[in-house]
């Protein structure tokens, strides 16, 4: 039997210290978890899959995807209904411990952290996009993309292979641990496999996952506020308007997933330096971990308010489609009264955009 060295996020129970070999109670840790998670997991998923589910529809059947911003937002609702879909299995371990097998540990694990990575690297993306497509508009250049959709295909077929690179160890080593009368499924590491290696791994999840979409998306939006704020013409009130719009996207990925962050990388620290030598700490570390992962997805609930519903024509689609849904039902509800649109996307004071109403608009102007 080859030995393991246990990455267990919260269940472990015994611990090496140099010399000494010490048992760390987690009783407490498993039954705050088993009424915590379920209770999140569950507000989750009906909150989650009925905003991402919308986008999907709405995408597939009544929107064109004109942009690669389109495209990811589309790649990020998907992302996040699958992240959503593995929820239910993680509720049932922590309640009753993993009971579907070794096979199911490993794929439910993978799906998790690759779309859990996913969903950061398309946020990144989108921020890129619509920093070119302000970028384009402030040169003089058409703000309609005529990138063709094959370079968009190929840009989130990238990042869905890099997800899934980042996410092979919890494929190749997720297991079912056997400990005290419960079974839990969690990454088993070989012990000839150094704490450096392991401690790299997390790293690296740390910066694909937060590091780079958080610069990417602060250098991004930044330069777009900066130069909506410089712009002539337009209402001020609009204008504020939209850079509230871009302030909230930062603020909401830095209060959901930084908690998060500093957790992972103050159990990265210790396993490079074995920082955690008692079990009271222990114990809080693991708590901090079952509550900061909680509010981490959280994030893709609100991603669909964010990403699509600020958009004007996607809100006047589901409005379309509401009232068609009403009219085949027999009653015929008075259409409401249409949202003044912000566009972030802005004019040369020599270029006026005439096709900003039109049907054709480029979606990557960040429409509210």
């Known amino acids: 039997m080859e030995d393991y060295f246990d990455n267990d996020d919260g269940l472990n129970e015994t611990y090496d210290y140099g010399d000494y070999h010490t048992i760390c109670d987690k009783e407490a840790v498993r ?50 209904l699958l992240l959503l879909f593995t929820l239910p299995f993680w509720a049932a371990d922590a309640v009753h411990g993993w009971r579907l097998g070794p096979a199911a540990c490993k794929i439910t694990s993978f799906v998790y952290s690759t779309n859990f990575s996913c969903g950061m690297l398309l946020l990144a993306c989108i921020s890129v996009d619509r920093y070119r497509a302000v970028a384009q508009v402030t040169r003089g250049r058409p703000s309609i993309s005529s990138r063709p959709r094959k370079q968009w295909l190929l840009v989130c077929v990238v990042l869905w292979a890099v997800a899934s690179f980042l996410s092979l160890p919890e494929l190749i080593f997720s297991t079912v641990k056997h400990s005290h009368y419960r079974m839990s499924c969690t990454a088993m590491y070989p012990v000839h496999m150094a704490r450096a290696t392991k401690a790299a791994l997390e790293l690296l999840e740390l910066i694909l996952r937060f590091l ?124 409401p009264p249409q949202e003044p649109t912000v566009e972030i996307a802005l004019n040369n004071c020599s270029q006026v955009q005439s096709q900003s109403d039109s049907d054709d608009q480029d979606t990557s102007t960040f429409t509210i």
Not at 259 to 278: E, G, N, Q
Not at 304 to 323: C, D, E, Q, T
Request: charged share 15%; aromatic share 8%; proline share 3%.
């Open 31 to 80: 039954s705050f978890g088993s009424i915590f998670l379920p209770v999140m997991y569950a507000v989750a998923l009906v909150v989650g899959l009925s905003g991402n589910a919308l986008v999907v529809v709405v995408y597939t059947s009544r929107l064109r995807l004109r942009t690669l911003t389109d495209v990811c937002i589309l790649n990020l609702a998907i992302s996040d």
């Open 212 to 335: 780079v979409p958080f610069v990417v998306m602060v250098v991004c939006y930044s330069w777009v506020g900066w130069t909506l704020s410089r712009s002539g013409g337009g209402r001020r009130q609009r204008k504020w308007k939209a850079l509230r719009v871009l302030l909230a996207v930062v603020a909401v990925f830095l209060l959901t997933q930084m908690p998060y962050t500093l957790v992972k990388l103050s159990r990265t620290l210790d396993i490079i330096y074995l920082l955690v030598t008692d079990c009271d700490t222990s114990i809080n570390l693991d708590h901090a971990m079952q509550v900061t992962e909680s509010l981490a997805l959280t994030h893709a609930c609100i991603n669909p308010l964010l990403y699509a519903f600020m958009g004007s024509s996607f809100r006047l689609h589901i409005l379309k489609a509401v009232k068609h849904l009403g009219q085949h039902l027999g009653s015929h509800p008075r259409q």
